[in-house]
Structures are given as structure tokens and as C-alpha cells.
């Protein structure tokens, strides 16, 4: 949410981390466009890696939509962990990743070094990562949004088989996230559990606001049920570049992100349409949040989302569209 949302994201290559220094946040794309001499063409195969958040799931159901049925295009996903993504994009496996968290290494060893693959813009969303309460909490304990009371709070979370220490909720476990690392760092009496999945999360959430439970855990944005939870995010020590370059000693909060979008190298400069309207393609938290909670808590399929919000956003979606097509 996802590193984290899901990090959300920090890419990992644990040889050269030290090596690197992290690349600038929310830095533009170089323009892509075909290479010298490529004429635009239909647009055939897309191959959209998918991974497990929901508003991953809504920016694809919203861009394989429009480049089937307005390009022609035949859409091909695979459901991935981030990391194994990365991988197949630079082995020529998969086209394009549609919701990249940060990830500085593998830019830097992918995209500078190797040339396997480009950034292909931004998304338009703000992600932003960390740890939260139900606001119940906040208002029971006012003083539990600073992390140096939460072990004040500890024996609220703790369970029968948390070991005496109170329980910190993680999601999905391919999610790269920095908290048994913080948890350690900051002396804090807790211990991470992974529950499972964005929607074992969502499920923790609501039922511990609902029922005035006790819940922390991670949590990021974009994401549809802070628009239904407003959930109180936990002050840690704050953000700098570089502060969660090391996991050995990382005490700070996550690194927020303009999320972007990665794009296999061959596949960008080959002129096909799909690549230009996924360059294209930049919408907002509130945009994803509105498709992604059709998909998850409002019994529509993937297309039917997509195709409500298309109807209802044409001025945007159209701002997208290649200018020049064969198809």
C-alpha cells in the first residue's frame, strides 16, 4: 500500500544499498516518445504488472479499460509482489508497472545503470505511508498519537500469543515495510503481525473503531477508507532524505511520494499508443479512492468501476488519448 502500501514502498537491493544515494522524489519524467524513425502502431499486447493494493487494482481497471476499448488493445496482467514486478519489467517479461512507491535502488540500477527501463511520469497520487490509530482511540488517549507514549498504551494491543507486548498490525507480507526495524530502534514494547492483506487491514480498522477496540497499525493513502475512517496518524520522527537509508538504524517516519509509473524501456520507445496514453494517464487520490471503493466495497467488478468513473470524468480521461493513432 501499499515498502510499504503497501513501500507503499522503498526498493530494495540489499548488496548495494549502501552504494547509492536516494534519487529526488517527484522528479519529472524525460519525455518519452518513439524512437527516431518509429511511426506510431496499432497497439496489440499490453502486459500491466499488477500488484496487491486496491488502488493499484483501480488504476489498472481504469487504464486496461480505455486501451481495450478505445485502443484495441489486448490486456494482459499478472498479480505480483513489487519487487518481482521490477524484475520481469527490466527482463523484457512485463511492459509497464502502473503505481511505483519510491524504489530509488532499482531506479538507480535500472534505469541509470542498466537502461532496462524508464520513468514514464507521475500518476498525479500522493502516497503517503505510516502508522494509525482508529480515531476513537485519540479521543479515549490524546496523548497515544506521539510514539513516545506508546508504551504507556502497550498492554491495550497486547493478545494471548503477542509474547506480553502489544500488537502492531502489518498487511500483506511481500509489502516492504520498515516497522520491526522502528519498533527495535525506538525501544517501543511492540511486536508486528502481519494480518494478511490490505483487506484483512481494512477489516481490523473498521471493527476496532466500530467496537472501540484497541488497533495500530500500518496504514497508507491513497486509500477509500479514510474517506469512511478518518484514522489518526502516529507521530514518529520525522522524515529526511536519507534517514531510512539504513534499516539497521532507521528511527524516522516513511518518506512521502509522487507516485509514478515505470515503463519496460523497449516498450516505451516503440511507439505504440498504449505507452503514450499510460504516459499520459494522472489522475488523483480522490479519483482512485472513488474507483477503488466500487471495486471493494461497492460490488462492482473492475470494468463496471472503471466505466462509472470514465462516464463520469470524459474531459479527463480524453486529455490521455495518444494524438496520433493507426488503430
Same mark, same amino acid.
Given at each position: 500500500?501499499?515498502?510499504? +502500501? &503497501?513501500?507503499?514502498?522503498?526498493?530494495?537491493?540489499?548488496?548495494?544499498?549502501?552504494?547509492?544515494?536516494?534519487?529526488?522524489?517527484?522528479?519529472?519524467?524525460?519525455?518519452?516518445v518513439?524512437a527516431?524513425?518509429?511511426?506510431?502502431?496499432?497497439c !496489440?499486447k499490453?502486459?500491466?504488472?499488477? =500488484?496487491?493494493?486496491? !488502488?493499484?487494482?483501480? /488504476?489498472?481497471?481504469?487504464?486496461?479499460?480505455?486501451?481495450?476499448?478505445?485502443? /484495441?488493445?489486448t490486456?494482459?496482467?499478472?498479480?505480483?509482489?513489487?519487487?518481482? *514486478?521490477?524484475?520481469?519489467?527490466?527482463?523484457?517479461?512485463?511492459?509497464?508497472?502502473?503505481? @511505483?512507491?519510491?524504489?530509488?535502488?532499482?531506479?538507480?540500477?535500472?534505469?541509470?545503470?542498466?537502461?532496462?527501463?524508464?520513468?514514464? !511520469?507521475?500518476?498525479?497520487?500522493? !502516497?503517503v505511508?505510516?502508522?494509525? %490509530?482508529?480515531?476513537?482511540?485519540?479521543?479515549?488517549? &490524546?496523548?497515544i498519537?506521539n510514539?513516545?507514549?506508546?508504551?504507556?498504551?502497550?498492554?491495550?494491543?497486547?493478545?494471548? *500469543?503477542?509474547?506480553?507486548?502489544? %500488537?502492531?498490525?502489518?498487511?500483506?507480507?511481500?509489502? %516492504?515495510?520498515?516497522?520491526?526495524?522502528?519498533?527495535?530502534?525506538?525501544?517501543?514494547n511492540?511486536?508486528?503481525?502481519?494480518?494478511?492483506?490490505?483487506?484483512?487491514?481494512?477489516?481490523?480498522? +473498521?471493527?476496532?473503531?466500530?467496537?472501540?477496540?484497541?488497533?495500530?497499525?500500518?496504514?497508507?493513502?491513497?486509500?477509500w477508507?479514510? *474517506?469512511?475512517?478518518?484514522l %489518526?496518524?502516529?507521530?514518529?520522527?520525522?522524515?529526511?532524505?536519507?534517514?531510512?537509508?539504513?534499516?539497521?538504524?532507521v528511527k524516522?517516519?516513511?518518506?512521502?511520494?509522487?507516485?509514478?509509473?515505470?515503463? /519496460?524501456?523497449?516498450?516505451?520507445?516503440?511507439?505504440? &499508443?498504449?505507452?503514450?496514453?499510460?504516459?499520459?494517464? =494522472?489522475w488523483?487520490?480522490?479519483?482512485? /479512492?472513488?474507483?477503488?471503493?466500487?471495486?471493494?466495497?461497492?460490488?462492482?467488478?473492475?470494468?463496471?468501476?472503471?466505466?462509472?468513473?470514465?462516464?463520469?470524468?470524459?474531459?479527463?480521461?480524453?486529455?490521455?488519448?495518444?494524438?496520433?493513432?493507426? @488503430?
Open positions: 500500500m501499499k515498502s510499504v +502500501r &503497501p513501500l507503499r514502498f522503498r526498493g530494495t537491493i540489499l548488496a548495494v544499498a549502501g552504494l547509492f544515494a536516494l534519487a529526488a522524489c517527484g522528479s519529472a519524467a524525460p519525455a518519452v518513439p527516431p524513425g518509429v511511426q506510431p502502431t496499432v !496489440g499490453v502486459r500491466i504488472a499488477n =500488484n496487491a493494493w486496491v !488502488g493499484y487494482e483501480a /488504476n489498472v481497471a481504469v487504464v486496461s479499460y480505455l486501451l481495450r476499448h478505445e485502443l /484495441n488493445c490486456v494482459v496482467t499478472k498479480s505480483e509482489a513489487e519487487e518481482t *514486478s521490477w524484475k520481469r519489467l527490466a527482463a523484457g517479461q512485463e511492459d509497464v508497472i502502473l503505481e @511505483n512507491w519510491g524504489h530509488d535502488l532499482l531506479k538507480k540500477q535500472l534505469i541509470d545503470q542498466d537502461k532496462t527501463v524508464v520513468e514514464a !511520469g507521475l500518476t498525479g497520487n500522493k !502516497g505511508i505510516g502508522w494509525y %490509530v482508529p480515531p476513537w482511540m485519540k479521543e479515549q488517549y &490524546p496523548d498519537t510514539y513516545k507514549n506508546l508504551n504507556k498504551y502497550a498492554s491495550l494491543f497486547k493478545t494471548a *500469543s503477542s509474547g506480553g507486548k502489544g %500488537v502492531f498490525l502489518d498487511g500483506d507480507p511481500t509489502y %516492504v515495510t520498515d516497522d520491526k526495524q522502528l519498533i527495535k530502534n525506538l525501544n517501543l511492540f511486536k508486528v503481525v502481519y494480518s494478511g492483506s490490505e483487506d484483512a487491514l481494512i477489516k481490523a480498522f +473498521r471493527a476496532g473503531q466500530k467496537n472501540k477496540t484497541p488497533v495500530i497499525g500500518y496504514f497508507y493513502s491513497p486509500q477508507l479514510l *474517506s469512511e475512517i478518518p %489518526v496518524h502516529i507521530s514518529l520522527p520525522p522524515y529526511t532524505p536519507g534517514c531510512d537509508a539504513d534499516l539497521d538504524t524516522c517516519d516513511y518518506q512521502p511520494f509522487d507516485l509514478d509509473k515505470i515503463e /519496460n524501456r523497449k516498450f516505451a520507445y516503440s511507439g505504440s &499508443p498504449a505507452a503514450e496514453l499510460i504516459k499520459k494517464f =494522472n488523483t487520490n480522490d479519483d482512485q /479512492n472513488q474507483v477503488a471503493r466500487d471495486i471493494t466495497d461497492g460490488g462492482l467488478t473492475p470494468d463496471q468501476a472503471a466505466k462509472k468513473w470514465l462516464d463520469m470524468h470524459r474531459a479527463t480521461w480524453q486529455k490521455w488519448m495518444p494524438g496520433n493513432l493507426t @488503430n
